[in-house]
């Protein structure tokens, strides 16, 4: 007896459709390895359709009030709290997420950035009117920039999205979001949560793959490209964006370095870090992947990370005694496995290095020690749960090693000494540097990067803004 594939479908005008082609593409359970749900693979003409019904939906939404959007945002809000089961579960059906890690760290928050963006749109602030010129009022306008091509990652599919539409709509745009091709499922119920709060058109949902994607940004309607995703996709989207000088935001890869010196509370950085390093399967790109550590206690350190990455365990969803679930799909586990295949004889395995189970896409919490600054798994993201470690003799040249990478998105110090802390965070060339914790985020702070980690902040007013557009108006006082 075969089971009947759940049937997923684009969210294009307040209609709910099928890829007008009618191709389709398999969702995969990572936990399972096993297809549950098929998608629309869109194309131009999907595509077209959502843009048009975006640009359709954008003047009426534009010249809604402040407290209109609010509002509306407050009842996402409300309405994803009061339907949280579902969310989760459709997420968690889709990435391998435990169930209950979840429902308490990822749909709370969730909920609290929408509510955030709702009071943002009522906070839009500027310089205040003035002469500037002798007979001239100067008057500063911030308004909607207008639709918003965005793209979000399979790693936090329903966080992420959040951190997409949550802004551009609070500030009076339009959206047309796609969803990762391997994740789609939560993005597609929350597009019918979303169905009875928003105007048409305001929210689309368009399914598809890369180059459903690539259709998005190159498309002429957009005024904004925004994009979660690799530096390679960053760069292309950048790229096609150039040809009509579209707006871009880009937060893409990252390799926090986790800084610790021989001061720090040995037990709490241990605990903090395998914790930041693992969850998500390391799927995060801020997790704490890239240690640093003085070399008076490198040794004792690595001793207790292993065991730290010993007792970490992975698993099924409805375990609620693991920290993590699968990698998202099997290209995701071979480029982790690789990553350890390929190290260099002067590296050692302290932990894990290998496929946990033969069902699924399970990698065990990995320790790596004995590197150099120019190994590849230094370099490069592995995105996966995968923590390397490195010693360093001084300040300076813990400065050295952080900073010695491509990426620039976050990054920690671990210290009881505030001079030194205030040092690092001052010199550590990351958009984020965390003081004795790492991976917390908030509403109401900025998150973004440096060098090949993209621009733009999400979260934040800083965030809020990057989806306005500024507009001076000057007018006589003499007519």
């Given at each position: 007896?075969?089971?009947?594939?759940?049937?997923?479908?684009?969210?294009?005008?307040?209609?709910?459709?099928?890829?007008?082609?009618?191709?389709?593409?398999?969702?995969?359970?990572?936990?399972?390895?096993?297809?549950?749900?098929?998608?629309?693979?869109?194309?131009?003409?999907?595509?077209?359709?959502?843009?048009?019904?975006?640009?359709?939906?954008?003047?009426?939404?534009?010249?809604?009030?402040?407290?209109?959007?609010?509002?509306?945002?407050?009842?996402?809000?409300?309405?994803?709290?009061?339907?949280?089961?579902?969310?989760?579960?459709?997420e968690?059906?889709?990435?391998?997420?435990?169930?209950?890690?979840?429902?308490?760290?990822?749909?709370?928050p969730?909920?609290?950035?929408?509510?955030?963006?709702?009071?943002?749109?009522?906070?839009?602030?500027?310089?205040?009117?003035?002469?500037?010129?002798?007979?001239?009022?100067?008057?500063?306008?911030?308004?909607?920039?207008?639709?918003?091509?965005?793209?979000?990652?399979?790693?936090y599919?329903?966080?992420?999205?959040?951190?997409?539409?949550?802004?551009?709509?609070?500030?009076?745009?339009?959206?047309?979001?796609?969803p990762?091709?391997?994740?789609?499922?939560?993005?597609?119920?929350?597009?019918?949560?979303?169905?009875?709060?928003?105007?048409?058109?305001?929210?689309?949902?368009?399914?598809?793959?890369?180059?459903?994607?690539?259709?998005?940004?190159?498309?002429?309607?957009?005024?904004?490209?925004?994009?979660?995703?690799?530096?390679?996709?960053?760069?292309?989207?950048?790229?096609?964006?150039?040809?009509?000088?579209?707006?871009?935001?880009?937060?893409?890869?990252?390799?926090?370095?986790?800084?610790?010196?021989?001061?720090?509370?040995?037990?709490?950085?241990?605990?903090?870090?395998?914790?930041?390093?693992?969850?998500?399967?390391?799927?995060?790109?801020?997790?704490?992947?890239?240690?640093?550590?003085?070399?008076?206690?490198?040794?004792?350190?690595?001793?207790?990370?292993?065991?730290?990455?010993?007792?970490?365990?992975?698993?099924?969803?409805?375990?609620?005694?693991?920290?993590?679930?699968?990698?998202?799909?099997?290209n995701?586990?071979?480029?982790?496995?690789?990553?350890?295949?390929?190290?260099?004889?002067?590296?050692?395995?302290?932990?894990?290095?290998?496929?946990?189970?033969?069902?699924?896409?399970?990698?065990?919490?990995?320790v790596?020690?004995?590197?150099?600054?120019?190994?590849?798994?230094?370099?490069?993201?592995?995105?996966?749960?995968?923590?390397?470690?490195?010693?360093?003799?001084?300040?300076?040249?813990?400065?050295?090693?952080?900073?010695?990478?491509?990426?620039?998105?976050?990054?920690?110090?671990w210290?009881?000494?505030?001079?030194?802390?205030?040092?690092?965070?001052k010199?550590?060339?990351?958009?984020?540097?965390?003081?004795?914790?790492?991976?917390?985020?908030?509403?109401?702070?900025?998150?973004?990067?440096?060098?090949?980690?993209?621009?733009?902040?999400?979260?934040?007013?800083?965030?809020?803004?990057?989806?306005?557009r500024i507009?001076?108006?000057?007018?006589?006082?003499?007519?």
């Amino acid at each position: 007896m075969t089971t009947e594939l759940r049937r997923l479908r684009n969210y294009i005008g307040g209609e709910f459709k099928d890829a007008a082609d009618g191709r389709t593409t398999e969702v995969v359970n990572p936990a399972t390895g096993e297809v549950y749900a098929t998608a629309p693979l869109s194309g131009q003409a999907d595509v077209d359709a959502a843009m048009a019904a975006a640009a359709a939906a954008f003047p009426g939404w534009r010249d809604t009030t402040p407290s209109e959007r609010q509002k509306a945002l407050l009842k996402i809000a409300d309405a994803f709290e009061a339907r949280a089961e579902e969310l989760v579960a459709a997420e968690s059906e889709n990435t391998g997420k435990p169930l209950a890690l979840t429902a308490s760290e990822e749909l709370p928050p969730m909920v609290d950035q929408i509510r955030f963006f709702a009071g943002a749109a009522r906070l839009l602030e500027g310089r205040s009117a003035g002469e500037y010129m002798d007979g001239m009022t100067s008057i500063i306008r911030r308004e909607p920039v207008g639709v918003c091509a965005q793209v979000a990652p399979w790693n936090y599919p329903m966080m992420m999205a959040v951190w997409k539409f949550a802004p551009a709509i609070a500030a009076g745009n339009t959206v047309v979001l796609k969803p990762s091709d391997t994740t789609p499922a939560s993005t597609v119920l929350m597009a019918e949560i979303i169905d009875s709060i928003l105007p048409k058109g305001v929210f689309n949902v368009v399914c598809g793959d890369r180059e459903t994607g690539k259709a998005m940004v190159e498309h002429s309607t957009p005024a904004m490209a925004s994009i979660t995703g690799s530096v390679r996709a960053g760069m292309q989207v950048a790229e096609s964006a150039s040809k009509d000088v579209k707006r871009v935001h880009l937060e893409l890869g990252g390799k926090a370095p986790v800084v610790v010196f021989e001061d720090a509370d040995l037990a709490k950085a241990v605990e903090d870090i395998a914790v930041a390093g693992y969850f998500n399967a390391g799927q995060d790109c801020t997790a704490a992947t890239r240690v640093l550590v003085h070399e008076s206690i490198h040794d004792e350190f690595v001793a207790a990370l292993a065991k730290a990455a010993a007792e970490t365990k992975t698993g099924r969803p409805d375990d609620e005694d693991v920290l993590y679930g699968p990698l998202n799909n099997p290209n995701q586990l071979k480029q982790v496995a690789g990553f350890i295949e390929r190290l260099p004889a002067h590296a050692k395995v302290e932990a894990g290095g290998h496929q946990v189970g033969e069902k699924g896409y399970f990698y065990a919490p990995t320790v790596v020690s004995g590197l150099k600054q120019d190994d590849e798994i230094i370099q490069n993201e592995v995105f996966g749960p995968v923590i390397t470690v490195q010693s360093f003799s001084d300040e300076s040249q813990a400065l050295e090693y952080a900073n010695g990478v491509e990426f620039a998105l976050a990054s920690s110090v671990w210290t009881k000494d505030h001079g030194r802390a205030m040092r690092m965070s001052k010199n550590l060339d990351f958009g984020c540097v965390w003081i004795n914790t790492h991976i917390p985020l908030v509403a109401e702070m900025p998150h973004g990067g440096f060098k090949k980690s993209g621009y733009g902040k999400d979260l934040s007013a800083y965030g809020f803004e990057d989806y306005t557009r500024i507009k001076h108006v000057m007018t006589s006082l003499d007519g």
